[in-house]
């Protein structure tokens, strides 16, 4: 089992960035695929962003490319969400997922282990 600890969400303006944190514990999780996800107020959890175990495999959601970077620190345990040129529409809980049972998968079902969530609010 592996437990997992977002930070770093809090209230921003539009432009302005934020970095997340995803901090595992029980196990380490070096090996494991790990994604971004978020949740708006009255949508379903959509994918954000995934990081293989070495970072030689990174894939976003194109409304995000070019804007969010996701890195690994596995030494360190984290994984890391660099969010830059926020926007409204990016406010949402943002959750950090581990252990998908197929890869590569951006279906929220198909990840086993999950964050509590950090609230990021973008106003303009």
């Known amino acids: 089992q592996v437990q997992l600890v977002e930070s770093g969400g809090g209230l921003v303006q539009a432009g302005g960035s934020l970095r997340l944190s995803c901090a595992a514990s029980?196990?380490?999780?070096?090996?494991?695929?790990v994604g971004w996800f978020r949740q708006a107020p009255g949508k379903e959890r959509e994918f954000v962003a995934r990081?293989?175990?070495?970072?030689?495999?990174?894939y976003y959601k194109d409304s995000v490319k070019g804007r969010f970077t996701i890195s690994r620190d596995n030494a360190k345990n984290t994984v890391y969400l660099q969010m830059n040129s926020l926007k409204p529409e990016d406010t949402a809980v943002y959750y950090c997922?581990?252990?998908?049972?197929?890869?590569?998968?951006?279906?929220?079902?198909?990840?086993?282990?999950w964050g509590q969530g950090t609230q990021v609010t973008v106003s303009s």
């Open positions: 990081i293989n175990w070495n970072g030689g495999d990174i």
């Open positions: 029980g196990r380490t999780f070096s090996s494991d695929v």
């Open positions: 997922a581990a252990g998908p049972s197929i890869y590569p998968t951006t279906v929220v079902s198909t990840w086993n282990y």
